[in-house]
């Protein structure tokens, strides 16, 4: 009905005599191809009446006859009705359209064409001249348009995340949201304006017949920085390659030959193109939510996130000098490794250590990637205190959002403490119910001994083998990786140590069953006097030793009865790290009495807690009063809470767990592959590689370094400990992917295989 009706429109208004209508897609035009009997073709589109769709179409229209007159070929043209009339406004089923025909540009989609390097030199130089022809057009009603497909209204697109059904996916276009914030806002009313076209994609460009281009679909008209023009071309033209930043370098250089950019708008073209592509996919999703056959929604939506991900495992350092290097113009500066030491070295005692004899300066960081100061990309397999990712939109929000409205000392009382203390401890079991804030894991380790040896009125504490439990003086006093040290300050007398229960280097005959229980039942035999038991369920730093079976739970059983109690160190595997259990102690199917938390606790942010009993609690509460100035502030319980709902929200346990086992069993392959790796370890994105000489269980540090750095020169970040520095530790951010295992494996294979 509705395309009869048309067709008498356009033969009542125009004079043409349609011979057939076909429906193309369109976002929130309905489009359609006109066939008439005459042989010619045009465009008809149609808009729901509103006197802003109103006044658009005839600034369109406007623009269009501007540019007719400049390049009569290039572009369509508006088609006047029989009264000299630009559109008509109709009625059809009972509501009120604004119509208008154009006439139909013959030729082939870009998005049809393999594009070889002299098209995409083609488009760049079509571009510019398309910028050159509109640099002096002006327009009341699109200067005073704002919208969400304005690459300067970003934010205005904010409303359509929710509508983004995959939450890691909900995370990178949050992630370029800020950036955009932090990086171009600030800069905008530095750039030079300009009416754009605003939608230079490969479905909107065409490739004549005489090899000339054409541009059609004006309706994303809008006044604003001239540099989108050319960053959304180069994000179209590349999104679809291999090497996205050749084709999109290509464009630029054939661009800037006609508009000249300037070092501002070069430096913010990466984040221009992330943000044009934030802005498809968000409204992508709210249209095929909106209408789920909208087939055109979807045509490259797949492309965009492709390039997003691209994008945000790539530096923007690295391509804005990729930009320069394409312009002829030098590459940003960077200070000298030498220069920042001397710097660091001028104010920091030498006795803070930095990771590898060449440091890397690092400037930025985007979940499980790290980039340095001359652009270089790294995978982060290493580092465990952002456990969610590095940079996490979510947690950068809460932090931001809670520090603007309030941040105080727990003297006071306020919503976010209890808020977030009350879904914390829905993560431990119903006995462990009362919480100490503190700022990080040493400082929760130093008060968990001291609340040990208030409860139990015993005077000592039994220590593993290797174990690091902080750097204050209680957390050194029961570390033996600390006061065992050349340098360490030695044992003190209050502290039990017992051998570390490796089942790899045992220290008993290979004949000896279930090692766990022997181990366990050997250090019970030094339970005197002891207030308190500590240990950490896989010792990082012991080489990432994961305790045998009943080992724990012998021990915890006879501390016990002898009065101690006993401390769970879950700074670093716990909050789901491990993937099955969200705290280490629960692989060995026990509770402990104190558990420590920190590192990973607020994502980066300082805070730590203890985790005790009611019965505790209450003994220590006798004591001389406890307070932290800082401990379980709002901004920290803020990131806390954040932490919690990425985990969820992103179903990160399970994917500590799925990566966690693929993560083993590859490196499991490569075990079998070269005899020089002992052992693999752990559980979940907590691993330990021990690295050996070829057919023995001798530890090879040398190779253990070697391997370590030439990962590093490899651009992946792991660690090395255990008591001869031969254990390959890997513990990244629990977004870590299969793909990310693959490229640590192959990389670990290159290196073995020379």
């Known amino acids: 009905m509705e395309?009869?009706?048309?067709?008498?429109?356009?033969?009542?208004?125009?004079d043409l005599d349609v011979n057939n209508l076909k429906k193309l897609n369109g976002y929130d035009t309905e489009n359609f191809l006109v066939h008439c009997k005459d042989e010619s073709n045009y465009i008809l589109k149609k808009y729901p009446f509103s006197n802003e769709n109103l006044s658009l179409v005839k600034a369109e229209n406007n623009c269009l006859e501007y540019?007719?007159?400049?390049?009569?070929?290039?572009?369509p043209s508006p088609i006047y009705t029989t009264n000299k009339d630009s559109f008509v406004i109709v009625k059809i089923k009972s509501k009120k359209y604004i119509v208008r025909l154009l006439s139909y540009l013959d030729g082939v989609f870009l998005g049809e064409l393999d594009l070889k390097r002299q098209d995409l030199k083609k488009v760049?130089?079509?571009?510019?001249?398309?910028?050159k022809e509109l640099k002096n057009y002006s327009n009341d009603s699109i200067a005073s348009r704002k919208w969400p497909w304005d690459i300067q209204n970003l934010s205005l697109n904010k409303k359509y995340l929710k509508y983004i059904p995959d939450p890691r996916n909900r995370k990178i276009v949050l992630f370029f949201f800020q950036q955009f914030e932090e990086f171009v806002f600030p800069q905008l009313d530095k750039l030079r304006t300009s009416i754009i076209h605003n939608d230079t994609n490969e479905w909107n460009i065409l490739l004549k017949?005489?090899?000339?281009?054409?541009?059609?679909?004006?309706?994303?008209?809008?006044?604003?920085?001239?540099?989108?023009?050319?960053?959304?071309?180069?994000?179209?033209?590349?999104?679809?390659?291999?090497?996205?930043?050749?084709?999109?370098?290509?464009?630029?250089?054939?661009?800037?030959?006609?508009?000249?950019?300037?070092?501002?708008?070069?430096s913010l073209i990466y984040y221009l193109m992330a943000s044009k592509l934030c802005i498809s996919v968000c409204n992508s999703a709210f249209s095929r939510a909106k209408n789920p056959k909208n087939k055109y929604a979807l045509i490259s939506e797949k492309k965009a996130w492709n390039m997003l991900y691209f994008l945000v495992r790539t530096s923007p350092d690295h391509v804005e000098n990729i930009f320069r290097k394409t312009l002829n113009k030098k590459k940003k500066k960077s200070k000298k490794v030498s220069k920042?030491?001397?710097?660091?070295?001028?104010?920091?005692?030498?006795?803070?250590?930095?990771?590898?004899?060449?440091?890397?300066?690092?400037?930025?960081?985007?979940?499980?990637?790290?980039?340095?100061?001359?652009?270089?990309?790294?995978?982060?397999?290493?580092?465990?205190?952002?456990?969610?990712?590095?940079?996490?939109?979510?947690?950068?929000?809460?932090?931001?959002?809670?520090?603007?409205?309030?941040?105080?000392?727990?003297?006071?009382?306020?919503?976010?403490?209890?808020?977030?203390g009350n879904r914390l401890l829905n993560k431990f079991p119903k006995k462990l119910n009362k919480i100490y804030f503190v700022n990080s894991?040493?400082?929760?380790?130093?008060?968990?001994?001291k609340i040990a040896l208030s409860h139990s009125k015993n005077k000592k504490i039994m220590v593993v083998e290797n174990g690091y439990h902080g750097h204050t003086q209680r957390g050194t006093d029961i570390s033996h990786y600390k006061y065992s040290n050349k340098k360490g300050q030695g044992i003190k007398d209050y502290i039990e140590e017992i051998p570390m229960p490796n089942t790899f280097r045992s220290i008993y005959p290979k004949s000896v069953k279930n090692i766990g229980k022997k181990y366990a039942n050997d250090a019970s035999k030094k339970i005197t006097n002891i207030a308190a038991?500590?240990?950490?369920?896989?010792?990082?730093?012991?080489?990432?030793?994961?305790?045998?079976?009943?080992?724990?739970?012998?021990?915890?059983?006879?501390?016990?009865?002898?009065?101690?109690?006993?401390?769970?160190?879950?700074?670093?595997?716990?909050?789901?790290?491990?993937?099955?259990?969200?705290?280490?102690?629960?692989?060995?199917?026990?509770?402990?009495?104190?558990?420590?938390?920190?590192?990973?606790?607020?994502?980066?942010?300082?805070?730590?807690?203890?985790?005790?009993?009611?019965?505790?609690?209450?003994?220590?509460?006798?004591?001389?009063?406890?307070?932290s100035s800082f401990g379980g502030n709002p901004v920290s319980c803020a990131a806390g809470l954040a932490v919690l709902d990425v985990i969820e929200e992103e179903n990160l346990q399970n994917n500590a767990k799925n990566v966690g086992d693929y993560y083993l069993k590859q490196l499991n392959i490569l075990k079998k592959e070269f005899s020089c790796i002992g052992d693999v370890r752990g559980a979940g994105l907590f691993?330990?590689?021990?690295?050996?000489?070829?057919?023995?269980?001798?530890?090879?540090?040398?190779?253990?370094?070697?391997?370590?750095?030439?990962?590093?020169?490899?651009?992946?970040?792991?660690?090395?400990?255990?008591?001869?520095?031969?254990?390959?530790?890997?513990?990244?951010?629990?977004?870590?992917?299969?793909?990310?295992?693959?490229?640590?494996?192959?990389?670990?294979?290159?290196?073995?295989?020379k």
Request: aromatic share 10%.
């Open 441 to 449: 894991g040493s400082e929760a380790s130093d008060l968990a001994i």
């Open 67 to 75: 540019l007719r007159k400049r390049n009569k070929s290039s572009y």
């Open 124 to 131: 760049g130089r079509f571009i510019g001249n398309l910028s």
């Open 209 to 266: 017949k005489n090899k000339e281009l054409a541009i059609i679909d004006f309706g994303d008209l809008a006044k604003t920085q001239l540099v989108n023009e050319v960053a959304i071309a180069m994000v179209y033209a590349s999104y679809s390659n291999e090497n996205p930043l050749e084709n999109a370098s290509i464009i630029l250089k054939s661009y800037n030959k006609v508009i000249k950019l300037t070092n501002t708008e070069i």
């Open 533 to 627: 038991f500590i240990s950490e369920p896989i010792l990082g730093c012991g080489g990432q030793v994961p305790l045998p079976k009943d080992y724990l739970k012998i021990i915890y059983k006879n501390i016990r009865k002898k009065g101690g109690v006993c401390i769970s160190d879950e700074v670093q595997t716990g909050f789901g790290r491990l993937g099955k259990y969200f705290w280490g102690f629960e692989m060995h199917n026990v509770v402990p009495d104190l558990v420590i938390l920190g590192k990973p606790m607020g994502n980066g942010h300082p805070i730590g807690a203890v985790i005790t009993t009611d019965e505790i609690s209450k003994s220590f509460e006798r004591g001389v009063e406890f307070f």
């Open 340 to 420: 920042y030491l001397k710097d660091r070295n001028s104010i920091l005692s030498q006795i803070f250590s930095v990771s590898y004899k060449n440091p890397i300066i690092f400037k930025r960081s985007a979940f499980q990637y790290m980039f340095d100061n001359k652009g270089n990309a790294f995978l982060d397999a290493y580092n465990n205190i952002p456990l969610v990712g590095h940079a996490h939109p979510k947690v950068n929000y809460a932090i931001s959002r809670q520090i603007k409205k309030l941040n105080t000392n727990t003297r006071y009382i306020y919503d976010k403490l209890f808020e977030y």
């Open 687 to 753: 691993l330990g590689i021990e690295i050996v000489e070829k057919n023995s269980k001798k530890p090879n540090t040398v190779l253990a370094q070697k391997l370590k750095n030439e990962l590093r020169k490899k651009y992946i970040l792991v660690g090395s400990d255990g008591p001869f520095n031969n254990v390959i530790k890997t513990k990244p951010p629990i977004c870590f992917t299969k793909e990310n295992v693959d490229t640590v494996c192959l990389e670990i294979r290159k290196i073995l295989d």
């Open 3 to 14: 395309t009869i009706q048309l067709k008498k429109l356009i033969y009542n208004h125009y």
